[in-house]
């Protein structure tokens, strides 16, 4: 008779199943509220920055700021898990998300660009501990439900799919003379309805023995495993951000209204989060190598309908099939990393990950408003190639290296 022994590497310490579950509800819940955060921030923060800017070619820094926010959150969020908690993280977290509306708000009463810059990098603070929010579910269950758990909070951004594009749609114009500062207003309760989900989370700090047990940075950033997770995370969140950030901007370029910007953006984030109920069970089943594989399809596929024309309709096609391969290609590298990590390299690892993936895709935000405002949005999508022709390359390579181990 064969008995089912947990150890350390299978569950975090002080963490049983039972709390597990519930902690990966409420994650999967604040998800959905807090998704509506990015989602109100790529509908709106192109456009509003046209407007503000004092020259056009400036019009999508605003959202090159808030991928900037997230890069330079990641490692300080690290570093309060490690001494705090998560749930201290988490509470710093939902602060900012208050603040992004506020600030947002009085920047367009205001008129002030930079104004509006500053809020979106607090907006970005809030985004990279929301993104953390699937790990810390992954971290508290036993390690063959990690890619389930993982994707169950992910899935939860479904929802602020949803509830961001209508919050926009239908609180633009409640202030007249204004547009969109309604909106930030009511992002910012949003905001505060998170925190009162987040709090009450229960996750343990890091234990003595875990932080003494911890492994050197090099060794870390030195593993193939870890350098392909990060290499294809990086690349399916560049490609994704790069023309979800042009795409708003492009639709009102070629004459479509923002109503119609705003749908497509909402069908695009359902794409990105959709496939969660699903994208767990097929890591399981199929790897999570396979899983990013077929993501990094899906963006090229996507490349190529937006090439096909700029009716509505190809623009809506090319956003959910770019949300689809981005959720196979970003939580399948998420995975990668839970492989690739000891339980007490944790609060390391994730965050060194998050930085790496969000600091690359801060670069490619920033070019995004110049090639679309002084190229066209053909060549937008025509630059996608070149990151995807490396993501899988890299694959590739790992694929080869695994079955040629297993031959030796």
Do not use: K
């Amino acid at each position: 008779m064969s008995h089912t022994v947990t150890t350390t590497a299978e569950l975090t310490p002080a963490v049983v199943p039972r709390s597990g579950t519930a902690n990966v509800v409420r994650l999967a819940i604040a998800q959905a509220l807090a998704g509506a955060n990015s989602t109100v921030v790529f509908a709106t923060g192109a456009v509003v920055g046209d407007r503000l800017a004092p020259n056009e070619v400036l019009a999508t820094l605003p959202i090159s700021v808030f991928v900037v926010g997230m890069a330079a959150c990641t490692l300080p969020s690290g570093s309060i898990a490690r001494r705090h908690g998560r749930r201290a993280v988490f509470m710093t977290g939902t602060s900012c998300g208050v603040l992004v509306g506020l600030l947002s708000a009085w920047a367009i009463l205001a008129a002030s660009f930079w104004l509006f810059c500053a809020a979106m990098f607090l907006g970005g603070a809030y985004a990279a501990v929301v993104f953390s929010f699937r790990f810390a579910a992954a971290d508290c269950v036993l390690a063959a439900r990690r890619p389930r758990a993982l994707s169950a909070v992910m899935a939860g951004g479904v929802f602020g799919g949803v509830i961001g594009p209508q919050l926009v749609t239908y609180t633009m114009d409640l202030w007249p003379s204004h547009t969109f500062a309604a909106t930030f207003l009511a992002q910012a309760a949003v905001a505060a309805l998170s925190a009162l989900v987040l709090s009450g989370v229960r996750l343990p700090r890091p234990a003595a023995e875990e932080m003494a047990g911890m492994r050197p940075m090099g060794v870390i950033l030195c593993q193939p495993s870890f350098i392909i997770a990060v290499i294809c995370g990086a690349v399916s969140y560049l490609l994704m951000n790069f023309v979800m950030t042009a795409a708003p901007l492009a639709m009102r370029l070629c004459g479509h209204a923002q109503e119609d910007a705003n749908l497509g953006l909402q069908w695009h984030v359902i794409a990105m989060y959709g496939p969660s109920f699903l994208t767990g069970r097929l890591i399981t089943h199929f790897g999570a190598q396979g899983v990013v594989a077929v993501g990094l399809v899906l963006m090229g596929v996507a490349g190529v309908i937006g090439l096909a024309g700029v009716d509505v309709v190809y623009f809506w096609l090319s956003l959910v099939a770019l949300g689809v391969g981005w959720n196979f290609g970003f939580v399948g590298a998420s995975a990668l990393i839970l492989e690739c990590q000891r339980p007490e390299d944790w609060t390391r690892v994730q965050p060194v990950n998050d930085f790496i993936v969000f600091g690359m895709v801060a670069v490619g935000s920033f070019s995004s408003g110049g090639l679309l405002t002084s190229y066209g949005w053909d060549t937008v999508l025509w630059v996608l190639f070149a990151p995807l022709v490396l993501a899988a390359s890299a694959l590739t390579f790992s694929a080869a290296s695994r079955r040629s181990r297993r031959l030796t």
